[in-house]
């Protein structure tokens, strides 16, 4: 491993040998979990920019989530309570009612996690009250609606407009992503954003709290 | 035989073969891949023409009664989940039993640490696919099979049988089915026989997209000798399944090749050599490969330019259908390229416009097969299909 | 997962199995007795319906 690859640098690259190798170094010269895990946080948004760039794809996206996920995973243990990192704001997710499609609301997910969100995954076919019932529990910053198909165009129609009767909609941003998605559906059931892209959605998220991705 | 009826078959027939072969026939044929657009013109349910195929087979033929087009699949709806309830197939969610009966089916993704493939099961793959078929990934898909070592059920044996005999039951239906076809309406079939690219297989039915991701970046070695494994059965089932008479395409219906999904540097390692392997010998057999290129795959264009002359049929879903054109329009037939957005939720005369636009441009000099970019489904407005029909008509006199 | 059917162990010659065959007759026919008359339409007709099983589990795999 050359001595100037740095852990974001080889998160960034997807080298997942050399992401282990600078852990350990990190760990063995003394550094905190928060530290390590602020260093693979910059990876992931290097990623997202590589893929923003057109250099990688979403087999990158993937890899790079799946990894840190296994990092985060074996650094809990070392994070202390009052070093747990601060959430930058909160966002509830899910795939709409009749699509059980995943891996795109999952990308996002694993980008939302790696900026620092707080995540409230609500999985798949998401009834629209699940939506709502989640906004009342969670007070999210950001609502994020994925749709695969354009046969459930409709329900991303009536999840907004469940959010609207309940009162909440000005309390939250609502952004929509996936495949079926598109200017013309956010436009017609009254989102707030269309993402094309996993990253589209995080940038936007970002925005919403006023950080920078 | 109704002589009038045998000789429109005649007709579009030939104006459909000649097409692919991209020769200009009397005009642009038309061939909708419509699936459960099927149901809502015929008056059925989803769950009506996904469960029971007699009513999925009876509605292909209402619209080819009705419509004036030169050849229609026999049944798009194409996964009959009967025969997945009678196998027990875990991995469709079915209308009307997992997802309400006016929804079409889906697949299911297993979750990562349960993929129907483990990652270190290649060799045991590589070394004998048919084997690890039937002895690991079956018992992991149905709810029924039971695994090798396991006592075996009462349940294990009825699955064979109920899904052996539903499978029988169902392909020769489909030797009817054409023969109705061709003799209530003289609509000829679209396509004969099934492939699907080895890493598709890998991603949709083994490892999982998301273990296939992994796989690429830590085993890659493995991940191409599997698809060299399943290459010499893919091309087998799809030659056993094609047409005798060599007019008719196979139907190549591929998922995860595209961009996003996988970066051109990706599609060119992992995706591409062993199904143009595929193709090739498809083509060396005298059987052309309809190339359903769902998504974006205008990134790889090149590579697919590289085929043998006439070998495949190019369908349009998202790349720009001109750019498609100016790549491929001077090899390859090309089909389908009007937007399935536009069908949805568009009005009659912008399909129209549409259709035009297409058959002056990639349909001047022959070779163009008009159809929606996408298979059809039941949000497809039915004005929208008849303005498509019309306006291939209207402009498509060679 | 290791097989343990020793019907399974016809991979035994490191030989890939053909596409198209399941269970091929070479190891079939060494359980049998000894073919009388004309033993290769019994060959063949093993293979027809052998073949039925191929197109069964490849078939659940591509179009189910």
């Known amino acids: 491993m050359s001595d100037q690859t740095t852990l974001a640098d080889a998160l960034a690259q997807c080298r997942e040998d050399q992401v282990r190798e600078c852990i350990k170094a990190m760990v063995a010269s003394g550094a905190s979990a928060t530290e390590i895990i602020t260093e693979c946080n910059r990876g992931m948004a290097a990623l997202g920019e590589r893929f923003q760039r057109g250099e990688c794809f979403i087999p990158e996206l993937m890899f790079g989530g799946m990894v840190m996920k296994s990092i985060m995973t074996e650094l809990a243990p070392l994070l202390g309570q009052a070093e747990a990192q601060r959430a930058i704001g909160k966002v509830v997710i899910g795939s709409v009612q009749h699509d059980v499609h995943d891996i795109g609301k999952d990308i996002v997910i694993m980008m939302l996690r790696g900026v620092g969100f707080e995540v409230v995954d609500l999985g798949v076919d998401v009834p629209p009250q699940r939506f709502v019932e989640a906004i009342a529990e969670h007070q999210p910053d950001v609502v994020g609606m994925s749709v695969l198909l354009t046969t459930c165009f409709k329900s991303v129609v009536n999840t907004m407009d469940e959010i609207k009767k309940s009162g909440h909609r000005d309390r939250v941003r609502v952004m929509v992503g996936g495949a079926a998605a598109s200017e013309l559906l956010k436009e017609h059931a009254g989102c707030d954003f269309y993402g094309k892209t996993a990253v589209d959605g995080v940038d936007f998220a970002c925005s919403v709290v006023g950080a920078a991705r | 035989m109704n002589e009038a009826v045998e000789q429109l078959y005649q007709q579009r027939l030939t104006r459909y073969v000649r097409a692919m072969r991209r020769e200009k026939p009397d005009r642009v044929p038309i061939r909708p891949f419509v699936a459960e657009f099927t149901a809502k013109y015929a008056g059925y349910t989803i769950q009506e023409v996904t469960h029971d195929y007699h009513k999925a087979f009876a509605a292909a033929r209402k619209c080819a009664a009705d419509f004036d087009w030169d050849a229609v699949v026999p049944n798009m709806v194409y996964v009959w989940t009967g025969l997945v309830k009678a196998v027990g197939i875990k991995y469709y969610a079915c209308p009307g039993i997992e997802i309400p009966p006016n929804t079409p089916f889906q697949y299911l993704e297993p979750p990562d640490d349960q993929a129907h493939m483990r990652p270190d099961e290649y060799d045991e793959l590589i070394a004998d696919p048919t084997g690890y078929l039937y002895n690991v990934w079956l018992p992991r898909v149905t709810t029924e099979v039971r695994a090798q070592g396991e006592t075996t059920t009462y349940r294990n044996n009825l699955s064979f049988v109920r899904g052996s005999m539903a499978m029988l039951s169902y392909f020769q239906a489909f030797g009817d089915q054409i023969a109705r076809l061709r003799q209530e309406s003289g609509t000829p079939s679209a396509l004969s026989g099934i492939l699907k690219a080895p890493f598709d297989i890998i991603a949709d039915k083994l490892r999982g997209y998301r273990g296939l991701c992994m796989d690429m970046f830590r085993q890659p070695q493995k991940v191409l000798a599997a698809c060299e494994a399943l290459t010499p059965h893919l091309l087998h089932i799809a030659a056993s399944g094609a047409d005798p008479q060599r007019n008719l395409p196979v139907g190549l219906w591929m998922h995860r090749g595209c961009v996003p999904f996988l970066s051109p540097d990706q599609f060119a390692k992992f995706y591409w050599p062993t199904l143009r392997q595929i193709i090739e010998g498809l083509w060396a057999r005298g059987i052309q490969t309809l190339f359903y290129a769902e998504g974006e795959w205008n990134a790889n264009l090149k590579y697919i330019a590289e085929l043998p002359e006439g070998s495949i049929v190019y369908h349009i879903d998202r790349g720009d259908a001109f750019e498609v054109h100016r790549a491929l329009g001077g090899k390859f037939c090309i089909s389908g390229g009007v937007p399935n957005d536009l069908l949805a939720f568009g009005q009659p005369d912008d399909v129209k416009e549409c259709v035009k636009k297409l058959i002056q441009t990639i349909g001047r000099d022959g070779g163009y097969i008009v159809d929606a970019s996408a298979i059809m489904q039941d949000d497809t407005r039915v004005e929208n299909v008849r303005a498509l029909t019309e306006a291939a008509r209207l402009y498509g006199e060679y | ?64």
């Open chain 3, 1 to 64: 997962m290791p097989s343990t059917d020793p019907s399974n162990q016809h991979s035994e010659s490191r030989q890939p199995i053909a596409p198209g065959v399941c269970l091929p007759w070479q190891v079939v026919s060494r359980e049998w007795p000894k073919i009388e008359g004309d033993a290769d339409l019994v060959r063949r007709v093993w293979e027809e319906l052998d073949s039925l099983a191929y197109t069964y589990i490849w078939q659940c795999l591509l179009s189910f």
